[in-house]
Every structure is written in C-alpha cells, then in structure tokens.
C-alpha cells in the first residue's frame, strides 16, 4: 500500500501486435479490407471490361494477375470480388451473430423460453445451410441477398448455442448475484456483466464463423445460387475459372488463393484477439 | 420502535422429484435497529438461504414458500420485481464471501461503483458519481483512491476487494446490510480490519448489520444478537452476552466446545459428532437428536419449539435449561 505506482496497463491493441503471427494476419486483414474500400481507386481497368483480344493472358506484362476467359483483367476482378465476397460474409454474420446472441442470451437469463429456444435452434441446425441456400434461391430468386440470408439463418442457431453456454457459466459467477444484489435491472445487468464477459468466445466463434461464411457464400455462388454473372465474387470467379484450369490456372488459383487467405488471417487473429481481450493475462 | 427487520415464519423450498425439501423451515428472526444479528451454524444449514429469502435471491427451482419478511413493515415478498429491485441495494444491501471472484474482472473498480449508484440514481451525471464513487472508497479506507478508481480486481488485494464489495454495498446507504461470511476467505489480519471497518461504518450510518458466519470469534467480536441455526432452524436465539455465558441448546453447547481456547487446558476439543442431517433425510423428532448427547426418548417424538427460557434468551429443546439436563444426565 505504498506508493509504488503500478505498472501501466498496455492496451488491447499492444497486446495483440506483440504475437507476430497476429501482428502479420492483422496486417493482412487490414490490406484486405482497405483494398475492398478503395477498388475503385486501385483497379486498374474496369472489372467488367471484356478485352477479346486478350484473353486467359498469364500474370505479368499489362494485366499484372493475367485476364479470365472473357479477356477481364484479373487483379480489378478481385478488388471487386473482395468487396462483394467481404460485403456477404459482413452481413451475415451481422444479421445471424447478433440475433443469436440476443437469442442465446435471452434463453440463458430467461430458463423459461430455454427449452423452448433451444429445441428451435436444434431444429434449425439440422438444415444444412446449402440447403437453406437453395430454398431461399428458389423463393427470392438468386444473388447475393439469398446468399446472405441464407447464411444469416444459418449463423442464428450456432451462435445462439455459443452466447448460451457462454452466458450460463457467467450468470452462475459470483459477480452476478453481487450485481443482482445492487438492484440492477435485468438490460443493465446483461450490457454491463454479460455481455463483456461472453465476449471472448463469441468473437473467437465469430471471427471462425467468418471464414466459414465465405467459403459457404462462394460454394453457393459456385453452384450458381449465389452472386450471378457477371458480378465479381471470388467464388463465383473460382467457379469460372474452373473449365480453364489447365490451360490458365490463374483464373482459379487466384480467387481461391486469395478466400483461403482471408480466412486463415481472420482465424490467427480472432485467437489472439481472445488472449489480448482477456484482462487475467494483462500483466 | 417497530424493529428494522422481522422474518416471521419464513420457509424456503427446493423442488424436486420427491416434492418440497426446505432450506429453511419456519425461520422467525428480528433485527433491531442500529444492531448486528449474528447467525451462526455449520455448513449446509440454511444460513446463506436465509439470507438470499430476504433480498428474493433464491435461485431456482429454490422459492420462498411462506412467511413474511418485514422491512420498516413492508413485506419485502409481496413486492414487485421493480419495488424490489428498489429495494436491493438501496435499502437492504449485501456483501458475499468471495471477494476474488464478486467483481467483475472487465471492469474497473470505479465503473462497478457508480453502476451500483447508478441502478439507484440513473438521473446523476457522471462526473457526479465519480466524485461519490471516490468519497465511497476514502470511507473504506483505500488508499489514494482516485488512481484504485480506475485499477481492475485483479491489482488489488483479497482485503482490498472486499472493501470495494463494501464500498459497493453502502453506495446507496442501505438500512440493512446482510454480510454474508464476510471475512471468510481472507487472512485473520485483514480479516480484523474488516471487521472493524464494519463496524466503524455501522456507527457512522447507524445502519444494521445481519452478520452471516460459521466462526464464533466473529460473532462474540461484533454482534449484539445471535442466533444458532441448525438444520433450517432456529435452535437458539438470546443475545450475544447471554448466548455466550449461559448457552441452552446443547448444539450451542457443542459448537463452542469446539472452539479451542487458551484460557482453558483441555486435552481434546470436543466434537459433535456426526454431520449436518441433508434436507431430504431429517430426522424425526428434535433435529438435532441423533448427535445430542442430552437426547432422550422424547426427542425423538417431537420438534420442540422455541421458547424462552429466560426472558430475551430463546431456546429449541425439551431439555433446556441445559444445566438441569446435565444433572439427569447418567
């Protein structure tokens, strides 16, 4: 109790950047997502320019990715594909997270509604989101709104399942009954204790619910329920390049490449973020 | 002057397959104003109940069953949720045994002060409760307690939080604090000065203290009443002086032969035998009769009330006043 200041606390941010591998998927995930924002300014041709003349030409020379089978350039194809690819899995995951956390948060405060809630979201997890994606492409039509709400619909019950087991093991903790002690109502109780402290596995399951979306955003527009031609989305443009790919694998490889990217780096960094969010390690 | 706090009657059940089990069954306590009740018993005999049946605490399927719980003569269990949401922390407030694991660890301390002001006061602006939030800890005696403000749980020490937890507690200045095994997990040093903190506090607030322990040292240190539970009732009830000198339930009698003393040369503490009877499995008769050494055939026929002995000093036995018990006893 004497007055030896205690250490600063770093922030969040420091934490997460001292991981090098966090520090390097941070980086990527940045690129990424600035790269999406400013297509219009970094693409050097028009995405759905076709140049005839110039078709499946490899990496390097004037098209610095190489053009697809419609002579379009490569590398503005996939700063728009990023865009839409991003865009989808954004929403999604908005949409469905944030409605199956309030939903897996109330069926845990409220046990009433748990059974009931719960047997819904078992339910609904067993669909398969394709077959979501197909019901809803043959309600709505296809593009990219059935893709994303397919996909919300399909986020809803797992992320209900996570912010439930998450809140249960929280409201049986000491500081709850404290909390509830004090007189705090129930939305004040669930924003300021909850919330914060189920926090750590959403955004890990989250941050894995990302890559998945994608991969299961760009499979859907693979199988022509998704994103329509000719919409720059990086599945579809897999998909495209797929009866070329041994003459020009770029078409394929690029896309792909770059979605298992974007995964893996949301991946590295929702597990760091989870260690630099945690306050018990700041030390 | 009507007393702060009046339980009469209270019984807290459990669902289960085989019915109701009680918790507590048929609890009567009065705390006067001003005053520190202390309940004493060993684990598992309803003592924490009791004291989550006042705040309507009681996690499920746990529910109070009966009885009415009289603050000011307001029946704390006919309330709505939001009068008694009211009442939590404004005017019946409560401490826990686990300062480690009672606070939040996300937040800072100070933030978990004003949001305990706040749930009582949401018209108060922040700077306000700030400066409040601060005063509450100088009054706890945290040192240099605007820069604690903004430190989390985990700096602090196990002494520390528990005088943020009390800090927390008497934000709102609560008529009534239920400390519930307050000292438990700390060492006895800081364990002390908790106590006198306490203390200190209720002279200041004249507020009143239902101190909830295990440990009879605490209670001869710092309440005024006592009342021994056993098995979801009350075995003994007098005040601390009385309770202390002339015990009347041999359970009483039991729990303090097990405290060692000093001024005493004893060779062996004496132990009750046995354990706590589990809710589901009570016994016939007096509960406490398959470990009383006084037991006789009577006890176990029936549960003895609880009677005054003397005027103020309240026993549950058949064979009190123990003294003439002792005599018949072979």
């Not at chain 1, 490569?74 to 939903?103: D, E, H, K, N, P």
């Not at chain 2, 820069?147 to 939080?161: A, I, K, T």
């Not at chain 2, 203290?209 to 539970?229: Q, R, S």
């Not at chain 2, 037991?295 to 029936?302: D, F, P, Q, V």
């Amino acid at each position: 109790m004497s007055g030896v200041q205690p250490p600063a606390r770093p922030s969040t941010l420091r934490v997460l950047l001292r991981e090098p591998a966090a520090a390097v998927s941070a980086a990527l995930v940045a690129i990424t997502v600035l790269a999406a924002l400013l297509a219009p300014w970094l693409a050097p041709y028009d995405p759905y320019e076709t140049d005839l003349m110039a078709i499946m030409q490899p990496p390097g020379g004037a098209y610095l990715l190489g053009t697809d089978g419609q002579g379009r350039d490569m590398l503005s194809r996939l700063l728009y594909g990023l865009r839409v690819t991003l865009t989808m899995g954004a929403l999604s995951l908005g949409f469905g997270g944030v409605l199956g956390v309030l939903i897996g948060f109330c069926a845990a405060y409220y046990r009433r509604v748990d059974g009931l809630l719960m047997r819904l979201a078992d339910i609904m997890l067993s669909f398969p989101a394709i077959l979501f994606g197909l019901a809803i492409a043959a309600i709505a039509g296809p593009g990219v709104t059935a893709v994303v709400i397919a996909l919300s619909v399909a986020t809803v019950p797992l992320m209900a399942r996570i912010a439930r087991s998450t809140a249960l093991v929280v409201l049986g903790l000491d500081y709850i009954e404290a909390a509830r002690a004090q007189g705090m109502g129930d939305a004040r109780l669930i924003w300021r204790h909850l919330m914060p402290n189920c926090l750590s596995p959403i955004l890990v399951f989250a941050t894995l619910r990302f890559g998945q979306v994608i991969l299961l955003g760009s499979a859907l527009s693979f199988l022509g329920l998704g994103a329509q031609a000719p919409i720059a989305e990086l599945g579809a443009m897999a998909a495209q390049g797929r009866t070329f790919l041994f003459f020009a694998p770029h078409i394929s490889v690029i896309p792909s490449v770059a979605i298992f990217v974007i995964v893996l780096a949301f991946n590295v960094l929702g597990d760091a973020l989870r260690d630099a969010l945690d306050p018990r390690l700041r030390v | 002057m009507t007393p702060l706090l009046e339980i009469q009657g209270l019984r807290t059940v459990f669902r289960s397959a085989n019915g109701d089990i009680a918790a507590v069954d048929g609890v009567d306590l009065t705390v006067p104003r001003g005053r520190t009740l202390g309940i004493v018993g060993e684990s598992g005999c309803g003592k924490s109940m009791l004291s989550l049946s006042v705040m309507r605490l009681v996690p499920p399927p746990g529910r109070v069953a009966a009885g009415r719980v009289l603050l000011e003569g307001r029946d704390l269990l006919t309330l709505s949720t939001a009068e008694m949401r009211a009442v939590r922390g404004g005017q019946v407030a409560m401490i826990f045994q686990e300062p480690m694991t009672s606070l939040n660890p996300v937040h800072p301390i100070g933030l978990q002060i004003t949001e305990a002001m706040r749930a009582h006061d949401p018209r108060a602006s922040a700077a306000e409760l700030r400066d409040r939030a601060i005063a509450a800890l100088e009054r706890v005696r945290i040192p240099a307690p605007a820069r604690r403000y903004d430190e989390f749980p985990h700096q602090l020490s196990g002494g520390m939080r528990q005088r943020v937890m009390i800090a927390m507690a008497l934000a709102c200045k609560p008529k009534l604090l239920i400390a519930d095994e307050p000292t438990t997990a700390l060492d006895v040093t800081v364990q002390a000065q908790i106590l006198d903190l306490l203390r200190d506090l209720q002279q200041e607030t004249g507020m009143s203290i239902i101190l909830i322990t295990h440990d009879l040292g605490v209670v001869a240190e710092m309440a005024d009443e006592v009342a021994v539970m056993y098995a979801g009732r009350v075995a003994e009830r007098a005040s601390a002086r009385d309770l202390f000198g002339s015990p009347q339930h041999p359970y009483t009698l039991g729990l303090l032969g097990s405290v060692p003393r000093l001024d005493e040369d004893r060779e062996r503490l004496l132990a009750i035998e046995g354990a706590v009877p589990p809710p589901f499995a009570l016994p016939q008769g007096c509960r406490f009769h398959p470990r009383c050494p006084f037991a006789i055939e009577a006890c176990t026929k029936a549960q003895p009330p609880l009677e005054a002995i003397e005027p103020g000093h309240l026993a549950a036995c058949i064979r009190a006043p123990v003294e003439s018990a002792v005599e018949l006893t072979p």
